[in-house]
């Protein structure tokens, strides 16, 4: 007998009460993002590397570690997709969407990373994933940031979910923070982290969001991003929070919180909530007004948030399997065509609905009773016909019986 084949590491079947709480994440999200009418995106799951590569920095983790690559049978270096933004702006240039603009785009799927698989992540995890591009307004940030509220409201988990909000500024304060940022690492670089000596070079705003003690000691008395704010900039924070309050958005100033690749620019932020454990980060996003520029494309605009859909799950806690709304009960096997009937005239009205032919009579009345529907409906023979009567309360009942009778 041969060896029945396991799941890959750091891939999941998803069953149950679990599959009903993703579903209900991805439909929620749906429903949100037509009532902010963002479009519906379809991406491919595979890109060629360099989307990625350039995108993402050549020297980031997610490039030099953790991202699924294959050379292809025309020698093509293509790369499963580790996040939704960098398609999503290969897309807007390659496609001819700039026309569109400003575009809301909205989307979800699967994402793989090579990593150690931890709580609620995984090597094949899912995302749902918001953009605006093409628009440099405030208002912008602030409608994808009380989207991802109202997400969160209408998920019902909002509770101990907090909204951190940073400002990395324009590009000039940026440079200028950065370079006050090396200048004082570097006096410390000895007593640094391995990891925080070799970000010091490429990446030392990373090093502000770093969780190694040696790091956080130094930390605390970095240079802050509002002593390089430009007037510019900080109009610009200033209108992101108003807007956030008029919307009625509680938030949070976090100044550590960064993004380390050079095209993000302004806002920063994260949905934060200590019910998952350490890995707390349940939506985060940012703008990223450079990132057109990187794949070859005009300056952009562009702003937009990811969630993984596994851990919003995990804070929905597990939904049980739906309950039909009319149980359809043959009860003389001579009916059951009159039965499958019946079955499809209740879904035809938006009813759900479940038929039972198997077993004893007794046994499918009592099959019935268990699945708790709202109404149930017998089909029996009386005189040589079929004969339908109904058990329910209140409109289900006298609604079925109209479509039955």
Known sequence: MSKTPQAIRGTQDIFGAEAEAFAHVVETFERVRRLYRFRRVEMPVFERTEVFARSLGETTDVVSKEMYSFEDRGGESLTLRPEFTAGIARAYLTDGWRQYAPLKLATDGPIFRYERPQKGRYRQFHQIDAEVIGAAEPQADVELLAMADQLLKELGIADGVTLQLNTLGDGDSREAWRAALVDYFAAHRAELSEDSQDRLERNPLRILDSKDPRDRAFVADAPKIDDYLSGEAQNFFGAVTAGLDAAG?????????????????????????????????????????????????????????????????????????????????????????????????????????????????????????????????????????????????????????????
């Not at 806002?267 to 350490?278: C, P």
């Not at 494309?297 to 919003?312: C, F, S």
Request: charged share 25%.
């Open 249 to 405: 958005v509680a938030w949070t100033r976090e100044p550590s919180l960064v993004r380390g690749l050079d095209y993000y620019r302004h806002t920063a932020f994260e949905f934060v909530t200590d019910r998952l454990g350490a890995q707390g980060t349940v939506i985060g996003g940012g703008r990223y007004d450079g990132l057109m520029e990187s794949l070859g494309g005009p300056a952009t605009p562009a702003v937009g948030w990811a969630a993984g859909i596994e851990r919003l799950a995990m804070l929905v806690g597990e939904r049980g399997d739906p309950v039909a709304d009319v149980v359809v009960v043959v009860e003389d096997d001579a009916q059951f065509a009159r039965g499958v009937a019946a079955v499809a005239a209740v879904r035809r009205e938006g009813l759900s609905a479940e038929l039972v032919a198997s077993g004893s009579p007794r046994k499918r009345f009592d099959k019935a009773v268990k699945m708790g529907a709202g109404a149930i409906a017998s089909v029996s023979t009386v005189d040589g016909a079929a004969k339908i009567s109904v058990r329910a309360e209140g409109t289900l009942a006298a609604r079925v019986e109209s479509l039955l009778r």
